[in-house]
């Protein structure tokens, strides 16, 4: 996976981040992005989204692989890491990247500093190591999804402990205090203690079970069962004071294993105790034991939590008779969503050029518009445009026309009242009249001496028009596209031969030097 060496990152330029973003966007649906979808995403000129990838490559931010069928570029981990960390820069989260703290199967920890001075602790979560595949039996980040990226599944790890942080912190549990996440990364409080694992001794170990235990049931209590919970997920501070951490693989109380995932986090607290400690107590609680006072799992939908279990929850907050329609109401708008959900899973998914638009405007520091507002502008606009009466396109030409001399300054007023009369005359041309003028109009094959050419008035409305022009020039711009790609996958076959020519000639020579 490689260790997190910062030093590129102050070297790298916009067109970099605009290239590591379009090879982001594009693993969505591809395994290896192929060089002529980058260079589409990130739109840059000609030649330069190869040379940037030479560049990368050499870095090892993006990956070059190549098979029979295809070939492309993938993100690796220090790609990732970049993302994340300028994206933090770009919000004044962090400032600068210490040493590293400690290394687990799924993640690694680092000291970081924020503008104002102050350390936070950084988590990178790297799901796919060697020493943790079995994901699938383990934990259900996947869902029903068959295929699917170490990097995507170490994304949605960073955003569940993100939540499950923030709501045990809001409701007085000892964690962490949640500042910020981003992709795979998240920012927390540096904690000042030890791990349990290395402290040897304690000033009363009967003190520091009865309340860990007590954390363990009032976290069942909130509904939820933390699943990890051992001597390497707690911290000791001077005062013997329990901190938790380490939250991806919580479970809820109504998960149907939930009884033995409860019983395994007390069982571990046991053992080790009656290790390290030498102390053993009759005295732990059981599954039966919890009374469930909050719904946690509801809120931030933990694993085991179904839309069927969500009507024992419903128990606990009975609702009266004036309730009862709004939850009709919200289980018809669950199921629309979720058949809505269904179709668009179905379908193959597409690179969304406004969510790229939105990275690099967040990579670089600057607000994103909500597009929300956008489009309630646009409907507004149409709502009151709905209550003008309809137009003929000669009349909105016409206003159109109008309004650019405005614009330009009314030199001749004279002008504008002529158009303003003759507005007023159009409706009374009938077809007679049109045909009539039609045919005393002079045309080109009149006579051979002719040297111009009048105008007449076209049928084509002019937004037709201008729609073939916007056609034709976004043919012309593809094609020049196409062009240009073709020739960057051509340099690299070029390239590739040359590589391969290189080799063989050094090893003939080398063949003939040995004899």
Not at 60 to 87: H, I, P
Not at 335 to 347: A, L, M, S, T, V
Not at 398 to 404: H, K, L
Request: net charge negative.
């Amino acid at each position: 996976m490689g260790k997190l060496n910062v030093v590129v990152l102050r070297y790298l330029t916009r067109d970099d981040f605009r290239v590591l973003t379009a090879v982001e966007m594009g693993m969505k649906n591809h395994e290896m992005v192929p060089v002529s979808l980058l260079s589409s995403i990130a739109s840059l000129k000609h030649g330069g989204c190869n040379k940037i990838l030479r560049e990368l490559v050499k870095h090892k931010l993006v990956a070059y692989e190549r098979t029979k069928m295809v070939q492309g570029y993938r993100l690796s981990n220090g790609g990732y890491d970049y993302l994340a960390l300028k994206t933090f820069c770009s919000r004044e989260v962090l400032i600068s990247v210490g040493n590293q703290m400690g290394v687990g199967k799924e993640s690694d920890i680092y000291i970081v500093a924020s503008p104002e001075g102050e350390q936070y602790a950084l988590k990178l979560h790297r799901l796919g190591r060697t020493s943790f595949r079995n994901l699938k039996n383990k934990r259900d980040y996947h869902k029903h999804r068959k295929n699917m990226s170490w990097l995507y599944l170490s994304r949605l790890s960073a955003m569940k402990e993100f939540a499950y942080m923030k709501v045990l912190y809001d409701q007085g549990f000892p964690v962490p205090k949640p500042v910020d996440y981003n992709r795979h990364a998240v920012v927390m409080e540096l904690i000042n203690g030890y791990p349990l694992c290395q402290v040897r001794e304690l000033q009363d170990p009967p003190a520091l079970y009865n309340e860990v235990m007590e954390l363990i049931v009032k976290l069942a209590n909130h509904g939820l069962i933390h699943g990890d919970f051992n001597e390497f997920n707690l911290m000791i501070d001077d005062q013997d004071h329990v901190t938790m951490i380490d939250f991806p693989q919580m479970v809820s109380t109504t998960h149907l294993n939930a009884e033995w995932y409860f019983d395994r986090d007390v069982k571990c607290i046991r053992d080790f105790f009656a290790k390290r400690y030498n102390y053993e107590s009759e005295l732990y609680p059981t599954f039966n034991d919890i009374r469930r006072s909050c719904s946690l799992d509801v809120e931030i939908s933990a694993s085991g939590f179904t839309k069927d279990l969500e009507r024992d929850a419903a128990l606990l907050h009975p609702a009266g008779p004036e309730s009862q329609e709004d939850d009709e109401e919200d289980e018809e708008e669950e199921e629309e969503e979720e058949e809505r959900k269904d179709e668009e899973e179905g379908e193959k998914e597409s690179v969304d050029v406004e969510e790229y638009k939105q990275a690099m405007l967040e990579l670089e520091g600057l607000k994103v518009t909500d597009p929300q507002t956008d489009t309630q502008d646009e409907g507004g606009e149409n709502e009151m445009g709905e209550e003008e009466p309809e137009e003929t396109d000669t009349a909105r030409s016409d206003e159109e026309g109008q309004r650019d001399l405005q614009e330009a300054g009314d030199v001749c007023p004279e002008l504008v009242d002529l158009s303003a009369t003759n507005r007023d005359f159009k409706p009374f041309r009938d077809s007679d009249s049109l045909l009539q003028v039609a045919e005393h109009r002079r045309r080109r094959t009149d006579s051979e001496a002719t040297m111009g050419s009048v105008g007449s008035c076209s049928t084509i409305p002019p937004a037709e028009v201008r729609q073939k022009m916007r056609r034709q020039l976004n043919k012309q711009q593809k094609s020049a596209q196409r062009r240009r790609l073709q020739k960057g996958e051509a340099n690299l076959v070029t390239k590739a031969r040359r590589e391969n020519q290189s080799n063989i000639k050094s090893s003939m020579e080398g063949a003939s030097f040995w004899g």
